[in-house]
C-alpha cells in the first residue's frame, strides 16, 4: 500500500506523530498523520485516535501531518485515569 501526502508549497517532509504526556491521573494525547494510540484499560484496548487518512482504494492520502502546512495543528484530547 502506497503513502501520498499533499503539500500547497512545493516539495519538502512530512512526518506522523503521536506522542501521550502523563500528569497525576490527566492523559493528554495529541497527534497528527496516520498514527494510533491506544489505551489499556482492565484487559481492554481503545484506540484514543483516529487516523488522518483518506482511504481510496489500494492508495492512502494524509489529510494532516507536521510539515503539510506552514502551521502545524495536531488534534489533543484530555482523559481523566
Given at each position: 500500500m502506497k503513502?501520498?501526502?499533499k503539500r500547497k508549497h512545493g516539495l519538502g517532509i512530512?512526518?506522523?506523530l503521536a506522542a501521550a504526556l502523563f500528569r497525576g491521573?490527566?492523559?493528554a494525547v495529541l497527534w497528527a498523520g496516520d498514527s494510533r494510540l491506544?489505551?489499556?484499560c482492565k484487559g481492554h484496548l481503545e484506540?484514543?485516535?483516529r487516523n488522518?487518512?483518506?482511504d481510496?482504494?489500494?492508495l492512502l492520502v494524509l489529510t494532516k501531518a507536521v510539515g503539510m502546512d506552514n502551521r502545524f495543528t495536531p488534534?489533543?484530547?484530555e482523559n481523566a485515569l
Open positions: 503513502i501520498f501526502t512530512t512526518l506522523v491521573r490527566m492523559l491506544y489505551q489499556l484506540q484514543l485516535t488522518h487518512v483518506f481510496r482504494k489500494e488534534d489533543i484530547i
